[in-house]
């Protein structure tokens, strides 16, 4: 179990670093560490304060980076690749991840840091549930590794994703999307 001091250091990485409808409350993302499929990456200063986390999730057919952000006043300098490529080496699954459309500079910068380790940008219609009660579907997109994702992976992985991470059905109306 991580320490209540370094999940506050990782809530408050997460604020600074994501608009309000990409992650949860405070509650609802603590309730997250006793979820058997949610893990945590760290990485700390010298004086063990948290500087940078990736939040991961586990599947039996592939693995989830839900979250990854480095504190505001150190981005760049690589902390971020580093825990990226630690996730990706730790099993021989296949990853995938949710990005913003490449609708900005920004956004393709993003895109281009993930192609960068390897990651493929899919084609696939792909609406993230809210994360918060109240908050409406965000449009995204799904970028894998080491490979693209066939349609039938996709929709597998998107069940899942939907039950385990958003708590979902398929079913509901407001996933249809």
């Given amino acids: 179990m991580i320490h209540p001091e370094k999940f506050d250091q990782i809530y408050s990485i997460m604020e600074d670093s994501f608009p309000i409808i990409e ?3 405070y509650e609802g993302q603590k309730r997250l560490l006793s979820n058997p499929y949610y893990r945590l990456l760290t990485q700390q200063d010298e004086q063990g304060k948290v500087i940078a986390f990736l939040a991961g999730w586990e599947f039996e057919s ?3 980076v839900e979250h990854i952000a480095v504190t505001p006043v150190i981005r760049g300098g690589g902390r971020g690749r580093l825990l990226m490529e630690q996730f990706m080496k ?5 990853v995938i991840l949710e990005v913003e459309p490449p609708e900005d500079e ?3 910068r ?9 990651f493929q940008l899919g084609d696939h219609k792909y609406m993230q549930p809210p994360l918060r009660e109240g908050q409406p579907d965000l449009p995204l997109c799904i970028m894998s590794y080491p490979q693209r994702l066939t349609e039938t992976e996709f929709h597998s992985y998107k069940v899942q994703l939907y039950k385990e991470v958003y708590g979902v059905s398929l079913d509901e ?3 249809l999307n």
């Fill in 23 to 25: 992650f949860r409350s």
């Fill in 62 to 64: 592939f693995r989830f």
């Fill in 90 to 94: 730790e099993s021989a699954l296949p």
């Fill in 106 to 108: 920004l956004k393709r």
């Fill in 110 to 118: 993003r895109i281009g840091f993930y192609e960068r380790l390897g």
């Fill in 173 to 175: 109306p407001s996933t």
